[in-house]
C-alpha cells in the first residue's frame, strides 16, 4: 500500500517526512524564464545563508582520495524571482542560483538528505551533464527526515533506486527526503532553484496520482 501523508500547513514540523514513492518529474512544459533575466548577474552581493548540506565539505570518499566540490550560492535578482513567483509558483524561502564548481578529481555533488527542505524545483542553466541519482542506504528506509542529515560516501552501502540526466534548461521537480546525489559532471553545474513545501499546488498536484491508491 502507498501513503501519502501531506502534513497539513499549519501543524507540520521541519522534521516529520511526507511519505511518498515520488521522487522526481520533469515538467517539460513549464515556462522558461526570459533570457534577459538569466543574462544578468545572477552571482548577487545576497548569499543564501540556509545550509543545506553544512557537514558537506572535507567529507572524503571511501577511496580516501576524493572530497566534494566547492558549492556556492547566491539568492537571484528580485526581478527573476518575481518572474519565478509570477509563472512557476512561490519561491518560499527565495529563488536561489547555485554553482557547483567540479574539478578533475570532483566531478560529483556526494549523495546526502537536504536538511531544511523536502521538496525542490530546479532549472538547469547549461548543459553539464550529469545523473541526477537516488540511492538507498543499506537497512535504511528511502525517506528520511532532514533531522537525520544524512550524507554517504561508501557507495557499497547503497543501492541505486533511479537515475536520471536532467534536461538543460526545463523545470524538475524533485524529492529531497531521499538520499540523492549527481554523479559523472563535465562541467560545472549551474542551476535556479527553489524550495517547495508539501502543500505547495507543484507539489500535491505530482503527489496526486499516487494519494489515488490510498
Ligand atoms: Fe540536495
Not at 501543524?11 to 516529520?16: F, H, V
Not at 577511496?63 to 519561491?91: F, H, R, Y
Not at 535504511?140 to 561508501?154: E, K, N, Q, Y
Not at 531521499?178 to 505547495?200: M, T
Amino acid at each position: 500500500m502507498i501513503k501519502v501523508n501531506i502534513p497539513p500547513r499549519k501543524k507540520s514540523n521541519p522534521g516529520d517526512t511526507v511519505e511518498t514513492e515520488f521522487l522526481f518529474k520533469i515538467l517539460p512544459d513549464l515556462p522558461h524564464p526570459p533570457e534577459e533575466l538569466l543574462r544578468q548577474n545572477l552571482a548577487t552581493n545576497k548569499h543564501n545563508n540556509i545550509p543545506q548540506i553544512p557537514h558537506f565539505d572535507g567529507f572524503k570518499r571511501e577511496d580516501g582520495q576524493t572530497v566534494s566540490p566547492e558549492i556556492k550560492a547566491w539568492l537571484c535578482p528580485d526581478n527573476l524571482d518575481k518572474w519565478v513567483q509570477d509563472n512557476i509558483g512561490p519561491t518560499n524561502r527565495g529563488l536561489i542560483y547555485r554553482k557547483v564548481l567540479i574539478q578533475d578529481d570532483k566531478k560529483f555533488y556526494p549523495p546526502h538528505i537536504d536538511v531544511n527542505r523536502k521538496f525542490v524545483m530546479l532549472y538547469n542553466l547549461v548543459d553539464s551533464g550529469g545523473e541526477f541519482c537516488y540511492w538507498q542506504e543499506k537497512n535504511l528506509p528511502v525517506i528520511r527526515s532532514m533531522l537525520t542529515r544524512a550524507m554517504c560516501f561508501d557507495y557499497s552501502q547503497l543501492t541505486l533506486i533511479e537515475k536520471f540526466v536532467p534536461p538543460v534548461r526545463t523545470w524538475y521537480l524533485t524529492n529531497v527526503q531521499a538520499l540523492h546525489s549527481v554523479e559523472n559532471l563535465s562541467a560545472v553545474r549551474e542551476n535556479i532553484q527553489f524550495n517547495l513545501e508539501p502543500w505547495d499546488p507543484l507539489v500535491v498536484e505530482h503527489l496526486k496520482p499516487i494519494n489515488r491508491n490510498v
